[in-house]
């Protein structure tokens, strides 16, 4: 089983920058793809951003411009730079390795207050 920890959500007013990152404890992680993604109350799980293991990068258009992910392949990493928050930004957000299986962390709680 792959292990999958994030780290970095808070409580951030609206306009502010949070970082958050994601480690996975499996060799050869240059090889998977990454993602980030969100579930607000209510709501279903959504996708944020993904990066490919070539680099490739994708966002959901709500967050364009905003948020930028990237991948320190030395470190086992993925990071999610998010900038001028929203209070509708405010979810449980999850990182997700993708190999064979798709290998989810337990989630970081990000919270923008208007």
């Known amino acids: 089983q792959v292990q999958v920890v994030e780290s970095g959500g808070g409580l951030v007013q609206a306009g502010g920058s949070l970082r958050l990152s994601c480690t996975a404890d499996?060799?050869?992680?240059?090889?998977?793809?990454m993602g980030w993604y969100r579930q607000a109350p209510g709501k279903q799980r959504e996708l944020v951003a993904t990066?490919?293991?070539?680099?490739?990068?994708k966002y959901a258009d709500s967050v364009k411009g905003r948020f930028t992910i990237s991948r320190d392949n030395a470190k086992n990493t993925v990071n999610l730079e998010m900038d001028s928050l929203k209070p509708e930004d405010t979810a449980v957000y999850y990182c997700?390795?993708?190999?064979?299986?798709?290998?989810w962390g337990q989630g970081t709680q990000v919270t923008v207050s208007s």
């Open positions: 990066i490919t293991s070539t680099g490739t990068t």
């Open positions: 499996i060799s050869m992680f240059s090889f998977n793809d």
């Open positions: 997700k390795l993708q190999n064979l299986y798709a290998h």
